[in-house]
């Protein structure tokens, strides 16, 4: 009977702990952060937003649509609008640029055929009115394959450093080992802060 008493007495303690954590997270809601990912089709979208989200990145298939998630991180609520990067799909991005607050652009860094492509689309993309001054993160991706070019070499190729009207980085990675994603995260935390104090 006792240590009935002393079981249920424990457990209604862990309710109450809990309780009182989520009043907590209550009072101090989470951020709400609109993160935008793009990129070309097969640059690793889809992959990279799985790892955030901590699911399996075993089967993926080329988004058609778009797919939104939402992932906690560092106080923030970031809502990320993965949007398909196949050609035919590209027109339909302006759709969603209102509201954003940080853009993530993805690179396939061992696609070399198809740099000065997505160059072009990165270019459109700083241009667009809607994103003008939202904070950029480039994400160097595939860095796994021996073939992928080091985030330098794309960023020269680029011309990143002439970018001065934003906040800007370029984060080599791999979407696929995880490597890298959380400093590029981090990065997109820092600079949301500053704008959005």
Not at 42 to 53: F, I, P, R, V
Not at 67 to 76: E, L
Not at 121 to 129: K, M, P, S, T, V
Request: with cysteine.
């Amino acid at each position: 009977e006792d240590v009935r008493i002393t079981k249920g007495f424990s457990s209604f303690l862990r309710v109450l702990g809990l309780l009182s954590i989520l009043r907590k997270l209550k009072s101090a809601p989470d951020q709400e952060v609109r993160i935008l990912l793009l990129g070309l089709d097969n640059a690793g979208k889809t992959t990279l937003l799985k790892q955030l989200a901590s699911e399996d990145i075993s089967h993926i298939t080329p988004t058609q649509g778009f797919n939104i998630k939402s992932v906690q991180s560092q106080g923030f609520k970031l809502n990320v609008w993965d949007i398909g990067g196949q050609r035919k799909i590209r027109p339909y991005w302006r759709n969603y640029f209102e509201n954003t607050d940080v853009l993530i652009y993805v690179i396939d860094s061992a696609d070399r055929k198809r740099f000065e492509e997505t160059g072009q689309e990165l270019a459109e993309l700083l241009d667009e009115e809607k994103l003008s001054g939202v904070p950029v993160l480039i994400f160097a991706n595939k860095q796994d394959l021996l073939t992928a070019a080091p985030a330098s070499e794309i960023a020269e190729g680029l011309n990143l450093h002439t970018i001065r009207d934003r906040m800007w980085q370029i984060q080599s990675c791999s979407a696929l080992t995880a490597e890298g994603v959380q400093d590029g995260m981090n990065w997109v935390c820092k600079n949301v802060n500053a704008k959005k104090k």
